[in-house]
């Protein structure tokens, strides 16, 4: 139990009414879940209003409420707490309820529309390598130290935030590498935490459907720099073309990463291929089985925050060789006929045409590329056409399927990502609603050597189809698929 009294210290609140001298046992946001004697805070949704479910709330335990405004009718024996913005002291108060956990440990926040998942996964990997105690909040899983929990979001609720890592610092974890979306920057999911280190890594066209402009996402991504305290740092990709506007009245000291650029931590590359690559990391030769350039770049930001932990470490780069992508991130199988499969989450136009550049650029003249894609419903539309583009002029042959559909019909959404190909050449598209049946026609397409790209859902084992997710796994299909080539 925490007194509301104290749990109030630092939320910009308007009016109190009731009694502060209150013990309280949980912190909540949906109605649903509240127990005996919490505190319910009203948050205004995308699609609801949190105002609407006090009265739900009361009648479920909760004796103190947060809003932005407080009800016509208020009981004589509910505590009612009106603030300036809900969100901000909802993430205030579960700092505050979980003993403010992010000032306890090293939090390491990863932003960028491509590669969160992949750097904060390496990053975890390599600091469990060198025997420390850390945890991990991510799209594909949240951990700590040995302990994992598949994950719902790319970044979790503020509640479940300060829940995790208070979770951590009490399992003696040093370190805690999470995601930080988009989303949960312009829903106020991260406000009010302590980030020792924050990663720029790049931004590109995505979540428009719910950003509204391009300039409003950069602005988001931005704005998470904005809640640097004065003794982080920020580390930076030099070569993102929206660099200065990262950078623009920045007020934490920053770090620059590169390979085109003099920076601080500067890579370059030196052998790639289907198998492993080569790179150089500020002057020093190492091995990894990553490939792709998107990868590296990924790689070399992980290098930078590591350095900033583990200065003139010059042992970091020899564990770089046992560092694994994380399921679903360029994941490659391989076939008895020697076919190359890979399954990677790409989806967003950026994200797919990186991964078939460089799939383009490691094969040979007598390798075919066959990539089988979707788009998700319910998500941004003007994406579709220009994926469709970018995969009939990068792959040899593509197949059209479905990817989580969500509420929309699949049929519409394979047909908007067909206007984006100009010339529909019967041998080269191929459309298959059902995903099962289009890995298996890219399977029957491939002859040796070739490469199949299955993108989209990488590490996700379902498909969401008008709000039930049925089990599908893109991994699994693809080798079940390949031992029989």
């Known amino acids: 139990m925490k007194l509301l009294q104290d749990l109030l210290y630092k939320i910009d609140l308007t009016e109190t009414i009731g009694d502060l001298n209150l013990g309280i046992s949980e912190v909540f946001f949906d109605s649903r879940k509240v127990t005996k004697d919490s505190v319910f805070v009203?948050?205004?949704?995308?699609?609801?209003?949190?105002?609407?479910f006090i009265e739900e709330a009361i009648k479920k335990g909760a004796i103190a409420i947060v809003s932005e405004k407080v009800p016509s009718h208020v009981q004589d024996n509910i505590t009612y707490i009106k603030v300036n913005n809900a969100r901000k002291a909802l993430s205030v108060l579960a700092s505050n309820f979980y003993n403010n956990p992010s000032s306890k440990i090293k939090l390491i926040g990863v932003t960028g529309t491509n590669g969160k998942t992949t750097v904060v996964n390496l990053l975890f990997q390599f600091f469990q390598l060198i025997g420390e105690k850390c945890g991990m909040l991510s799209t594909i899983d949240n951990r700590i130290n040995n302990y994992k929990e598949v994950s719902a979001l790319t970044t979790l609720d503020p509640v479940s935030i300060n829940y995790f890592i208070n979770k951590m610092v009490e399992d003696g974890c040093r370190y805690c590498f999470m995601?930080?979306?988009?989303?949960?920057?312009?829903?106020?999911?991260?406000f009010g935490l302590n980030f020792n280190v924050a990663v720029f890594l790049n931004i590109s066209h995505d979540h428009l459907d719910y950003h509204k402009s391009f300039d409003n996402y950069l602005s988001t991504k931005k704005s998470f720099f904005d809640l640097l305290e004065d003794e982080s740092i920020s580390i930076i990709n030099q070569d993102d073309k929206h660099f200065a506007d990262i950078i623009d009245n920045i007020k934490s000291k920053y770090y620059t990463f590169s390979f085109n650029k003099s920076s601080d931590f500067k890579g370059s590359k030196i052998e790639c291929n289907f198998n492993y690559s080569i790179l150089n990391f500020n002057g020093q030769k190492f091995k990894t089985k990553l490939i792709g350039d998107f990868n590296f770049y990924n790689l070399l930001a992980v290098y930078s925050v590591i350095n900033f932990f583990k200065k003139n470490n010059h042992n970091i780069l020899k564990n770089f060789e046992f560092l694994n992508p994380p399921s679903g991130r360029m994941q490659k199988i391989q076939s008895l006929s020697t076919i190359i499969g890979l399954v990677d989450y790409a989806h967003t136009p950026d994200a797919l045409e990186k991964v078939l550049l460089m799939i383009n650029s490691l094969k040979q003249d007598n390798q075919s590329v066959i990539t089988v894609f979707g788009c998700g419903g319910d998500r941004?539309?003007?994406?579709?056409?220009?994926?469709?583009?970018?995969?009939?002029?990068?792959?040899?042959?593509?197949?059209?399927?479905?990817?989580?559909?969500?509420?929309?019909?699949?049929?519409?959404?394979?047909?908007?990502?067909?206007?984006?190909?100009?010339?529909?050449?019967?041998?080269?598209?191929?459309?298959?609603?059902?995903?099962?049946?289009?890995?298996?026609?890219?399977?029957?397409?491939?002859?040796?050597?070739?490469?199949?790209?299955?993108?989209?859902?990488?590490h996700e084992k379902y498909q969401d189809i008008n709000g039930e997710?049925?089990?599908?796994?893109?991994?699994?299909?693809?080798?079940?698929?390949?031992?029989?080539?």
């Open 380 to 458: 941004d539309k003007s994406k579709r056409s220009k994926m469709g583009k970018i995969a009939f002029k990068l792959s040899d042959k593509i197949v059209i399927t479905s990817d989580n559909p969500r509420t929309e019909n699949p049929l519409f959404i394979i047909e908007e990502i067909k206007s984006g190909i100009h010339v529909l050449e019967e041998d080269r598209v191929f459309v298959l609603e059902d995903r099962l049946q289009a890995i298996q026609k890219a399977c029957d397409l491939a002859e040796k050597n070739d490469i199949i790209l299955i993108a989209g859902k990488g």
């Open 469 to 485: 997710k049925i089990d599908f796994d893109d991994v699994q299909t693809l080798q079940e698929l390949l031992k029989k080539h």
């Open 42 to 52: 009203a948050v205004s949704g995308t699609n609801l209003d949190g105002n609407i």
């Open 179 to 190: 995601e930080v979306s988009s989303h949960a920057l312009s829903q106020m999911r991260v």
